[in-house]
């Protein structure tokens, strides 16, 4: 059965995998794009999910095209990386009020329908740096592990509307993200990945598909790495 989707930063990079990976799956895909232009073939939202208004109009223009959201992926993300002793404030909070409070606008819109259908599916975009932590990201790392302690407390509250909450843990992915870092840097990364090699965003799209299925129906506030094994342990 054909579902309503809606993927944030869905334009490109991972959240384009995810919606052409669930737009063949058969569901009704709407993606969210913050510049540029809609991907080919998908139906494209104009949307700064820092911006509660723009949240909103979106999901408007998705549900009048595709019916209630029922399966939502908060992908949008973004990277400021310096160090804590350089980092002025605005560096962290924007990276804060994107990745973290933009999941919080984007899953709290998705809700209201999902709870009216007493069924959906939440998927949320973290990253292995949530838990190991990394040098020069405190502000993406503490973005990226809030999500896994919204995500669970949102699990908990959902659990009895039959709506699931999961978390995707990405380790290294070939996207514009990880193009920005040196040559030399993502050798270095390769070697401490068990699998020696980055991941395809594709990869990472597969996941986030089962956890949309039924056949995860039973899994709720798992944060499920896709790392190469680069997090084990933690
Ligand atoms: P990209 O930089 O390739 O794409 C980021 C996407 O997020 C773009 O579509 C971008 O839109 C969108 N976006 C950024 N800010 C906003 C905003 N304020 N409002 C709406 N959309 C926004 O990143 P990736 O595909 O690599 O990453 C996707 C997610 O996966 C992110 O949350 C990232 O943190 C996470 N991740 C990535 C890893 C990697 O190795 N690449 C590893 C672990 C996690 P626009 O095109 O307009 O800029």
Same mark, same amino acid.
Do not use: W
């Given at each position: ?67 209630? !959201?029922?399966? /939502? %992926? #908060?992908?949008? *993300?973004?990277?400021?990386? &310096?160090?804590? $002793?350089?980092? @002025? ?35 949320? !975009?973290?990253? /292995? %740096? #949530?838990?190991? *932590?990394?040098?020069?990201? &405190?502000?993406? $790392?503490?973005? @990226? ?90």
């Amino acid at each position: 059965m054909s579902r309503s989707v809606l993927v944030t930063g869905g334009n490109r990079g991972i959240g384009l995998a995810i919606a052409r990976e669930l737009d063949a799956a058969g569901d009704a895909v709407a993606v969210t794009y913050r510049s540029g232009e809609p991907p080919e073939g998908l139906f494209g939202v104009r949307c700064d999910v820092t911006s509660a208004a723009d949240v909103d109009a979106a999901f408007e223009k998705a549900e009048a095209e595709h019916g209630p !959201v029922e399966v /939502v %992926v #908060a992908n949008a *993300g973004i990277t400021k990386d &310096t160090l804590l $002793a350089m980092m @002025k404030e605005e560096t962290f909070t924007d990276v804060i009020d994107t990745n973290l409070t933009g999941a919080y606008r984007v899953v709290k819109r998705a809700t209201r329908g999902m709870l009216r259908m007493r069924r959906g599916r939440v998927v949320l !975009v973290s990253s /292995v %740096v #949530a838990m190991l *932590g990394s040098a020069g990201q &405190t502000n993406y $790392a503490a973005s @990226k592990a809030g999500l896994i302690g919204f995500g669970r407390s949102l699990a908990r509250e959902l659990g009895s509307r039959g709506i699931t909450v999961n978390i995707v843990a990405p380790g290294f992915v070939e996207t514009d993200m990880t193009a920005e870092l040196g040559a030399e840097y993502q050798e270095q990364i390769r070697k401490n990945i068990p699998l020696g090699r980055m991941a395809s965003a594709q990869e990472v799209a597969r996941v986030v598909r089962f956890l949309a299925s039924d056949d995860a129906a039973y899994v709720t506030g798992a944060v499920i790495p896709v790392d190469g094994g680069l997090g084990m342990g933690h």
